[in-house]
């Protein structure tokens, strides 16, 4: 599955280990999943407490839909508009040479990830 690729791992936001041991599933499970096993729902909402929004979106993004936290949380619009800028900085820089490669259009689409998950987040700000 591409979210363990991309979010789980050693030099990644965590590692298969930590993330066994924090959500009580264990690595072989997490292991499996990561080599394309159907994952459950109960699953995926039990990670969404120890991973970004971001990786539970990855998750959600065959069926079209993304997790929303229910906390009320103020929204940080200076990290939203720092997100927003990097993205627009690396569209730029990838299409500097008149097209996006493939490597570039992996790292464009995690970055896009992480603006939508800051941006679905600070939707549900109800200030």
Known sequence: MAMFASFVGPGL???RVALASASGISASTL???AGGAAMPLSAI???SH???AAAI???FEPAGKRLVDA???TANWDAVA???SMLTFEICDARADGQIDHVERARLRQRARAVAAELTHVMGDEE
Do not use: C
């Open 13 to 15: 936001y965590i590692t």
């Open 31 to 33: 292991g499996s999943w």
């Open 45 to 47: 909402l039990a990670l």
């Open 50 to 52: 120890h991973l970004p």
């Open 57 to 59: 979106n990855m998750m």
């Open 71 to 73: 906390d009320e949380k």
């Open 82 to 84: 720092a997100s927003a």
